[in-house]
Each structure stands twice: as C-alpha cells, then as structure tokens.
C-alpha cells in the first residue's frame, strides 16, 4: 500500500479524446494552407489550452511560434508580449517601432524557414486598438505570400466580430472555424481513469466505480475542465472510497459561481460575459475602461458600476446619449436581475445568482459622490484572477488487491 497525491488540474498529460484530436488536425493543417488563419473556439473549461499546448509541443523546433494572451492587453503590451515570446527582449518607445520589428522578423522567418505562428488566446476579449494592430501583422505578406500564421482562440464563435468591415485583413484569410466538442461517456471513463492513474492510483475503480462515472459525465456534459473540477470536489468530500452514487450530491453547492455578471449583446449576437469581481467597472468606448464598448454612441466614458454589498449600482457619467434601463432613461439605478441596459447598439443583461428586491436611487449627491471617488480607480489597468478551482489532495491511497 502506498499514498500519492491526486491532483487532477496539475496532471501535465494529455490525454486523447476525438474531438481535441480533430481540433489538433484543424490546426496543423494552417501550416501548410495558405490563407493561414485558424479559429478555435470552445466554451470555458472545455480544454481549449491542452489543445494549445499540445499544438505548441507538436510543432515547436520546426517553426517559430508565440502564444499570448490577449484579453484586455493593450496595443503596446500585447506587441510587446508577442516580441517577447519571439524572442525579442527589448525595450521600445512606440507602436510604430514594435510593429516594424515584429513585421522585419516575420518576413525574414518567412523568407528564410517558415511563415511563424501566432497563438492569440481570448480573442473576444480584446480591445479593439489592439484588433486594429492585429490585422497590421495578418496584412504582412513576402514574395505574394502571407507572412504570418494565426491561431484565434475564444470562448465562443466570434464571426460576428471576423466579419465586420475593420476587419477585412484577417476576414479573407480565414481558412476554417472549429468548435471544440466535449467527450463521449466512454472517452470521459477513460479520462478519469487515466488521470487518476497518472496521480498513483493503481486501482482507479477502486476510486469510481463505472456507475459514478457515467454520473460524473452527465453533470459536466463531457467537458474536461468542469469533469475534473466535479471529480476533485468529490474526491475531497469523501471519508471513504470507492466513492458510491449516493455520496454524489448536487454539483451546483462546490462549483457554484455566485458572482454577478453581464451578458454583452449586439445585434441579438452575444459578445461576451463579464463577471463583476472587482468593487468599480468603467464603462465606455477607451481602452481605459473597465468594460470597452467599441460603439459611435457610447461616451468614453459612459457609464460606472459599482458593487455594493450583493448589488450593483449603475451611474452614468453624463454621457451624450445617455444609459438607459429597460428603455427607461437613468442617472443612477441598483440592478436587478435581468435587467437589460442599453448603451448605444450594444445591449447588457444583468445576471444575478439570485433575484434581488427594486430599488431605486435618484440622489444625485451619491452620483458625484461615487464618481469623484470611482473615475480614477475605474481606469486603471486590472488583471482578473482567476480562482484554483482544483486543488492537490492527498485523500486518495491506491490498494492493490
């Protein structure tokens, strides 16, 4: 008999199931296409990074590649980043500089080996400076050849966001659009099993019996991310083991994510959700807010949220065209759930976890109040953390027989 620790999130091993595989032949085949973009697209947890990470190992050492993250990263953090993973640790003063550098060495690759890949992950969520110097780099071309390959990844189909005119560049290179799948109950069973075993488990049904399995595979809807995220709740609960279904409760209590957020629509299309975990969120149309609208009608800075208590607070900033909700014109007003305001051409839903009571609030002294304290905090840089949700545990003794 011996202990190991089972951490399911910390396992560095991939672990092959049909979709990801597709999605792995979907991005080698942009080596060779000659249009040379790709998008990838799954929802979160849905092992979109293994599938990255994957690629990166398959193809690294026969041709330069850079993955950066670009979610809320503006135009010079994001051109620096990409220097960066190219190899380039250098100190430049502006745009134009980075670009140039950036253009010389994705010609002279292309030229000299190979067109170097690009990996841009949360394509969604960038701002759309940063989109504009995107589509400088996709518009680089050598001998009538593209210069630069790209690998788009995001949440959630972004074709409404390919396809409008500013984005023409990358529009007309797009080579194919894949939509990561989740697995099959036999590809999850073999998922677990593989994880715990590469954990230390030698007996993983000593663990989760098929039955449990195939419960575990219903409430995660065969994405990898939630399944490990379910299993390790479990796993961690447990006093005794094989774990029986009656010990499977509702996943909802572990994983349940109670933090408001806001469905951003246009058109009818969702854009993108945006959890509200900071205290105060600028909204407008600068890439210093908090939440960028990229609308002719939206003030640069437009609107203000601020969290209070269970509540959000929504005061708008006396912008032009005014912030209304639920088509009513507002100065100031608490959220409730479901509550949609507008903003231009762009529509926000507020999601609570739970229904909140109607109040409002007209004082126009708290308006100025929180704005004189809020603006200054509201526009600066913020990184989102993102919580563990799967920690190490040394609950699990495999048994031999």
Known sequence: MR????????????IRYESQQQALKFLRAILSDQRGIALLHGPRLSGKSVVINQFVRDVQGDVAIAVVDGARMKTPELLSRILEQFGYNVSLNSIDEMLSMLTVFVVQQTRTYQAPVLVLENINEMFPSALGALCKLASLTTNNKNALRLVLVSDRDISHIIESPSMNAITERVAGNFELGPMTSKEALLYLYAKLRSGGVDWPDDVFSVDVCEKLYSLSGGWPGE???IAVSIIEQADEYPIRLDDIVDPDSPLVDDTPKLILTQAGETVREIRLVEERALIGRSDLSDIVIDDQFVSQQHALLIRN?????????????????????VQSKVLLNNDIISLGDHRMKMVYATDHVSVEIDDPDLADTAKMKSIADACRDKEQKIPTLYPVTNKIKSQSP
């Not at 202990?3 to 991939?14: C, N, P, T, Y």
């Not at 208590?309 to 088509?327: A, C, E, M, R």
């Open 3 to 14: 202990a190991d620790s089972v951490g399911l999130r910390e396992q560095r091993i991939f």
């Open 227 to 229: 399944l490990d995220a």
């Open 309 to 329: 208590q269970d509540s959000i607070v929504l005061i708008d900033l006396k912008s032009k065209n005014g912030t209304f909700v639920n088509s009513r014109r």
